[in-house]
């Protein structure tokens, strides 16, 4: 794979030290999506300097002042220095050399090595596809540890996979060590790792009995594993149904509404996908750390801590097309088993255990960012509805079957359409997006404390009671905007004459 699209400085002033014997060398470096290169200026060399960005082994930044230094430690043993004007042009060429560290994979292409995975995955360059057979072999269901986001402002990575089959014998598999090594690698010299495992450590314990277990400490040097249990499976729908349940009973008094919203724990569930989120999340921006996430299968709250991540730390997936891009990519081509997981709502009388509303419990957690930061999501709630209707009964292709492998068989792409292409016309967009919309190039961290979740009133009482004074008002606020963007002016100059005068 290219990673071109990752390169944000493609040029700048540099002086390069290619060691003690040699003069130093200044002009123009320019990178590319395999090479950098060191363009000399009148009087110097007219020759051109190329560096396979593959032979680098490592690398070391640093800033000082208005400028900054690069130090490429080479597979050939060379050490090159490169100081290069500006701060931000310094971190960004960083930035794209490190992105050289993976590649795009096509040993999935038929889906032999895992059924769920999609047929192109991304995995660190150093591992090779033979490598990867091996580890998928070491991993349930085959799916071993791919990249699903590369945080450039701190150079780690989020990853996600299944749990390891280590079994009671505690098998180990070289193969997958050395990629977990290569991640670390990858990212920078002494950086460290932590594996979320979704389930609790008793679990993972009693799953070692079975066959599965988890990363032994000792095999896996850098890395440090956290337990953050998340339910998942018929628990997790059973509390749907009485939510459900309890918001249709238009009869009850207000202690009753309050025992039975508190005995259904479906806020505690937003409350716990959203701490292990941050969690991940706090660990890539703040300690600089990389993040491996994994359960069991890793197909259910896996998927469901990575897009919370990514939401959280990513700019771009809080776009509307950005979060259709992140659904697809997250839970569609990742292996979320809709067809298995979504066959019944809340209201059917039949219980079959693979039934579990993970994807709506992302729909909810998503909407309390929304909630929270209301100016930083491009989209509204009405997105939000929709994809939690089309997950369950669509007229469009995107969300059937189980995998991308069972769409190919089915020919879904070529006898459906696409969710997003409806979604995507200009009528629609209009509906699903939010008018006070502001770009946020920061973190968004949720408060997950009691009093700041609150009930989805909007999926979960919109068909049992009128429109609430917010909603009204939200109404009038697309009509504002609106009349607003028709003269010229922004949703963000409408927020600020919103404001009360000092």
């Known amino acids: 794979m290219e990673f071109s699209e990752l390169i944000r400085t493609g040029r700048a002033q540099a002086e390069l030290l290619p060691g003690p014997e040699e003069a130093p060398l200044r002009g123009t470096l320019c990178v590319t999506g395999h090479h950098l290169l060191l363009s000399p200026g009148p009087p110097s060399t ?15 930044k640093r800033v000082a002042g208005d400028s900054g230094t690069i130090t490429l430690r080479c597979k050939d043993l060379r050490v090159l220095q490169l100081d290069i004007e500006g701060v931000e042009a310094t971190l960004d060429i960083a930035r794209s050399i490190e992105t050289n560290a993976w590649r795009l994979s096509e040993v999935n292409q038929d889906f032999s090595l895992c059924s769920s995975y999609p047929r192109a995955v991304i995995v660190p360059r150093a591992v090779d596809d033979d490598a990867l057979a091996q580890c998928a072999r070491f991993r349930q269901g085959g799916r071993f540890p791919v ?18 089959l280590t079994g009671p014998q505690k098998r180990r598999c070289a193969e997958d060590e050395d990629l977990l090594r290569a991640v670390l690698t990858g990212a920078r010299p002494g950086a460290q790792g932590f594996i979320v495992d979704t389930r609790s450590s008793q679990a993972a314990k009693q799953a070692r ?13 850098g890395w440090k594993r956290l337990h953050r249990p998340l339910e998942r499976g018929r628990a997790l729908q059973e509390s749907f149904v009485r939510l459900v349940e309890a918001c249709g009973d238009t009869e009850q008094s207000m202690d009753r509404w309050l025992s039975r919203l508190e005995g259904c724990r479906w806020l505690a569930h937003v409350k716990e996908a959203l701490s292990t989120a941050c969690l991940a999340a706090q660990g890539m921006e703040r300690e600089g750390a990389c993040i491996l996430v994994h359960g069991a299968e890793g197909t259910d709250s896996t998927l469901l801590v990575t897009s919370l991540t990514q939401l959280i730390l990513d700019p771009l997936s809080r776009t509307i097309t950005g979060f259709q891009e992140l659904v697809e990519r997250e839970w569609i ?47 509204g709630e009405g997105l939000l509805l929709a994809l939690f209707e089309h997950a369950y009964a669509s007229p469009f292709g995107t ?104």
């Not at 792409?413 to 008018?435: A, D, I, V």
């Not at 609150?454 to 009509?479: C, D, I, N």
């Not at 010229?488 to 927020?495: I, K, R, T």
């Open 399 to 502: 969300f059937l079957c189980n995998s991308e492998k069972e769409r190919c068989l089915c020919e879904v792409r070529t006898r459906t359409h696409s969710l997003w292409s409806g979604l995507n016309q200009p009528k629609e967009q209009r509906k699903l997006r939010n008018p006070l919309y502001v770009p946020n190039p920061l973190a968004i961290w949720p408060s997950v404390e009691p009093q700041s979740l609150r009930l989805w009133q909007g999926l979960f009482l919109r068909w049992t009671r009128p429109p609430e004074p917010s909603e009204v008002a939200w109404e009038k606020v697309w009509q504002i905007v609106t009349e607003r963007e028709k003269t010229g002016d922004s949703a963000h100059s409408f927020c600020l004459s919103s404001q009360p005068k000092q």
């Open 46 to 60: 007219p020759d051109l300097w190329l560096l396979l960005l593959r032979s680098v082994d490592s690398i070391e």
């Open 209 to 221: 009995m079975t066959g599965g277990g988890t990363e032994a400490k000792a095999a896996y040097p």
């Open 147 to 164: 990249l699903c986001y590369h945080h450039a402002p701190s150079g780690t990575v989020l990853l996600r996979s299944s749990q390891p």
């Open 333 to 379: 081509q990742a292996g979320h088993p809709f067809q298995l997981r979504c066959a019944h709502s809340a209201f059917s009388h039949t219980r079959p255990k693979h039934e579990a509303p993970t994807f709506l419990l992302f729909l909810d957690c998503v909407w309390q960012l929304g909630r929270q930061f209301p100016l930083s999501l491009e989209f």
